[in-house]
């Protein structure tokens, strides 16, 4: 069974940084897209950054410019480094791995996610 654990989250005040990090452990072939989801108050689960496993990345227009993923592929690792937060990126932030198991199903799994809070 793959795992993911999160780490980083926390409480920073606007304009500040944090860096959220995303090792999957268990048994697996290998590991496809891995992604960075949030969700705010009252609000639906959104896809915030994804990376491919050759490094191709795709954001949220809401934090393009200021947020960046990126990946160790020999260490099953992803990160999210968020520059300039805004109040409006408050919430849990969710890894999200897509991967091969041992038996060549392609499945996904999430991680238990991480509180970011910034204040104003």
């Known amino acids: 069974q793959v795992q993911l654990v999160e780490s980083g989250g926390g409480l920073v005040q606007a304009g500040g940084s944090l860096r959220l990090s995303c090792a999957a452990s268990?048994?697996?072939?290998?590991?496809?897209?891995m992604a960075w989801y949030r969700q705010a108050p009252g609000k639906q689960r959104e896809l915030v950054a994804i990376i491919t496993p050759i490094g191709n990345t795709n954001y949220a227009d809401s934090v393009k410019g200021r947020f960046a993923i990126s990946r160790d592929s020999t260490k099953n690792t992803v990160w999210l480094q968020m520059n300039s937060l805004k109040p409006d990126d408050t919430g849990v932030y969710y890894c999200n791995a897509k991967y091969y198991s041992t038996t060549g199903r392609y499945l996904e799994v999430w991680g238990q996610g991480t509180l970011v809070t910034v204040s104003s």
């Open positions: 268990g048994n697996m072939l290998s590991i496809s897209d």
